[in-house]
């Protein structure tokens, strides 16, 4: 379905090539390589989470997100939209942090 939503050949390129090298991966490497190939995409996406947020105060600071998750809930509640990024950046900070450490060991 993501293949679907894609609006350039860029992102259609980098979508394939993705699931085409995790396929390789799951398929023909070992056991260990397939571990740290699985650890390595999952500290990429929950580290690369974080950057997003700062990207959507960075833009509504310019005036260039009216139309952000942000500025449609600070409308909608009359909370303001700087409070929503906060909330998302808390939110997704939190997920990293307990996403890491259910990866470095086990909660005792």
Excluded: C, K
């Excluded at 860029?10 to 799951?26: C, D, M, P, R």
Aim: charge should be positive.
């Amino acid at each position: 379905l993501m293949l679907l939503q894609i609006r350039n050949w860029f992102g259609l390129w980098s979508v394939l090539v993705t699931g085409a090298a995790l396929v390789g991966v799951s398929w023909w490497a070992t056991p260990d390589v397939q571990s740290a190939v699985a650890y390595a995409v999952t500290w990429f996406l929950l580290l690369g989470a974080v950057r997003p947020v700062l990207e959507l105060q960075s833009e509504r600071s310019r005036g260039r997100a009216a139309t952000s998750d942000a500025d449609i809930l600070a409308r909608l509640t009359r909370v303001p939209g700087l409070f929503w990024v906060g909330v998302f950046l808390v939110v997704t900070l939190g997920a990293a942090v307990l996403g890491g450490s259910w990866i470095v060991g086990p909660a005792a």
